[in-house]
């Protein structure tokens, strides 16, 4: 395993593995992927990079194998055919080999000095079972904790205990997939791949079950990516799963953290409903989900404008209580586990 592909450097045995999957975005993914050779150009680390495509029809597979040719940590996957977002994800995960790894969106930019940043944190602290990395995006949100962890002495804090962690973070933040870092053994205890299709943030059952773990949870204030989300595919993905997820999942992984023993009277973080934000989801769900925007066009003839939106604004309150979530979940046939009968998964 080597820098590049002239260096002399002594092959490293890599600890962490960056996961990518992706679809039909090879100009993000080369984005992406320059962010991470540039720095593996320069300094030996012992990472390597799985690429898991899903059936792109685009030059996604071209890219991929440019940057494997010229950096041999880069491994690239390519399904035979589209199994879905959310089974794409898991599908990368079963290639990783590495006691660590950090899920990354391929829509995503690594700051400099970022992987020298985790590498050294995971040597210093090998019995890490999670930890959180702070990122932005291009609409300048970031990710922080909500009750001060930071440590004025360094970037990192471990955390007190499991609720004090899981009390630090909200639902955005956990489903923020570019700022979670597993230890592998203890992600595959999980039932990562048990969440429906069409669940918005899949991959929180399985922070919660590894926080409920025995392990150090971790938190990184510097930043450490950047995410850019300005295509399609991202919207597309977004506003298909949101009805589910603000009707059902988030309440449902509120009652699962129950069964793992999380004490859910902490107010912050995972209890927080933060209902300013739901209220954000949902008006952007109503101004551009593809089940609304037909009608816009249908009743006025022309594209939705601010009238349109103006009209969707004060239709809020109804929509809220309206079935159509209901029936989106119905066709979907979306079933979450029955969160009150778990016995896995529980601290030692």
């Known amino acids: 395993m080597y820098a590049n592909a002239g260096s002399d450097d002594i092959p490293v045995k890599p600890i962490l593995s960056i996961c990518i999957p992706t679809y039909n975005r090879s100009s993000a993914l080369d984005s992406c992927l320059f962010s991470i050779c540039s720095q593996l150009f ?45 089974k794409n994800f898991w599908k990368v995960t079963e290639y990783v080999n590495t006691p660590f790894f950090w899920f990354m969106g391929d829509d995503g930019i690594f700051i400099p000095g ?12 090998p019995n890490t079972s999670l930890m959180i990395l702070s990122g932005t995006n291009n609409r300048n949100d970031q990710t922080e904790p909500l009750n001060g962890m930071v440590s004025k002495q360094g970037c990192i804090v471990r955390a007190m205990d499991k ?24 992600w595959r205890k999980t039932g ?15 922070v919660l079950e590894v926080a409920a773990m025995n392990g150090d949870l971790l938190f990184s204030n ?41 004490n859910m009277t902490i107010k912050g973080g995972l209890h927080n409903s933060n209902h300013m934000w739901k209220i954000k989801q949902w008006l952007r769900m109503l101004l551009s989900h593809p089940y609304y925007v037909p009608l816009y066009k249908e009743a006025l003839t022309l594209e939705p404008n601010i009238f349109v939106r103006i009209t969707m604004l004060l239709m809020l309150p109804i929509t809220m209580v309206s079935p159509l979530a209901r029936n989106i979940l119905a066709k979907k046939h979306i079933k979450f586990p029955d969160s009150g009968n778990n016995t896995l998964y529980k601290s030692a």
């Open 42 to 86: 320069w300094e030996n680390l012992p990472l390597e990079i799985i690429i898991s495509d899903n059936a792109s029809s685009d030059d996604t597979e071209s890219v991929a194998k440019k940057w494997a040719a010229r950096f041999n940590q880069v491994r690239y996957y390519r399904n035979n055919e589209n199994i879905g977002g959310t």
């Open 114 to 125: 970022t992987l020298r940043h985790v590498v050294d944190i995971l040597l210093a602290n």
């Open 163 to 186: 609720n004090e962690f899981i009390s630090s973070f909200d639902i955005q933040t956990l489903g923020s997939i570019s700022c979670l870092l597993f230890s592998t053994e203890h």
């Open 192 to 206: 990562y791949n048990l969440q429906p299709q069409y669940s918005l943030y899949p991959q929180i059952r399985s």
């Open 222 to 262: 510097k930043y450490c990516s950047c995410v850019y989300r300005a295509d399609h595919n991202t919207s597309e993905w977004y506003f298909d799963k949101a009805p589910v997820s603000i009707v059902v999942e988030f309440q449902w992984l509120r009652n699962y953290a129950k069964t793992l023993g999380f």
